[in-house]
């Protein structure tokens, strides 16, 4: 009898199209946001694990062996990502402010994202020598990546006092204000030429919501309930809307292509908990479901020529909540 894909590798759930070999690469703890390098041979990735009880930076080989940490181990750390070359790193910390893990959110007040103040954007060398501070506004400045040129870094902040979306010069120098609605606008990525930025956001339409959305952000709380994918040029102009479902869409990233975003959202699950892996036209069109595993899916990167994708997922945890990380062959 022949097995089917899925029968073959139990890591597959039924209705993964797009999905060929796929690699396990993480066990245990908590692993997300895995970019790759220049050439599809590393990945960068945040990691709580072992003694690292928040978030530190690790790279690994894609097959996932010789994982090693980048990040200083103190503080907490998000978003790393290869500078071109690869030769160095970007990520944000909050390690200058204080050495112990910042606090947990309130959670009394509900799900929410905290936005930790102290967080400032650095560039390092790919083993964590000759650590560089790019920011140093009192206010979160974190979710950085860069264009393909490492010309440009295109980051959030709360400088403005609210989280808009920032650009400036791989040195640090030259910034530039993308986004002015009040609201959160945040996890953006360059397209391949650096035309376009993708990005979510959430933008408060009446006075309760943006009461709401005030008097949380002042404490450095989100609520992520709510969360659509935008596209804008990569100079703040021409925002489009590409999804408008009401559901905590987020992740977005720019397929080689250029002309399709891969994201993670809840929108198929009325209860709002299980997050799965979408494709969409750039347009808003074509919008085509990609993972259908029970828990969380989520961080889609593709690789360069757009033949591999990385994610984040809760698939064959052996611990409830653990989140670890696969790399698989897309299959067009």
Not at 2 to 8: D, G, L, P, Q, R
Not at 171 to 183: H, N
Not at 221 to 230: F, S, T, V
Not at 279 to 307: A, C, H, R, W
């Amino acid at each position: 009898m022949v097995k089917t894909k899925e029968e073959a590798n139990p890591l597959i759930v039924t209705g993964e199209r797009h999905f060929g070999k796929i690699i396990q690469l993480t066990f245990g703890g908590q692993n997300a946001e895995a970019y790759f390098n220049s050439d599809d041979t590393e990945l960068i990735f945040q990691t709580t694990r072992g003694e690292y009880e928040c978030d530190q930076i690790f790279i690994m080989d894609v097959d996932g062996n010789n994982q090693r940490l980048v990040s200083t181990g103190k503080g907490r750390t998000t978003c790393g990502y290869f500078m071109p070359g690869s030769a160095k790193i970007l990520y944000s910390s909050t390690h200058a402010e204080a050495t112990e893990c910042p606090p947990e959110p309130d959670y009394s007040k509900g799900y929410t994202w905290a936005v930790y103040p102290y967080y400032d954007i650095y560039i390092a060398n790919n083993d964590g020598s000759e650590l560089t501070k790019l920011t140093d506004e009192y206010g979160y400045d974190a979710e950085a990546t860069l264009s393909e040129d490492g010309s440009k870094i295109v980051f959030t902040s709360k400088r403005s006092g609210d989280l808009d979306i920032w650009t400036m010069n791989s040195d640090g120098s030259g910034l530039f204000q993308l986004t002015d609605e009040i609201g959160y606008d945040g996890g953006p990525f360059f397209n391949k030429d650096a035309s376009k930025i993708v990005f979510r956001a959430y933008h408060p339409t009446d006075s309760t919501e943006k009461a709401n959305y005030i008097n949380l952000l002042e404490t450095d709380l989100i609520r992520p309930g709510k969360l659509e994918i935008y596209v804008m040029d990569s100079d703040g102009s021409n925002k489009t809307q590409v999804t408008d479902n009401g559901a905590a869409n987020f992740g977005p990233y720019f397929h080689p292509d250029g002309n399709r975003i891969i994201f993670s959202s809840n929108l198929a699950d009325p209860k709002g908990r299980n997050f799965d892996l979408w494709m969409v036209n750039s347009d808003g069109s074509g919008l085509e479901q990609i993972t259908y595993n029970s828990t969380f899916d989520g961080f889609p990167m593709f690789s360069k020529d757009g033949n591999k994708l990385v994610f984040a997922s809760n698939r064959n945890n052996k611990v409830r909540g653990e989140t670890n990380l696969f790399i698989v062959d897309w299959i067009k």
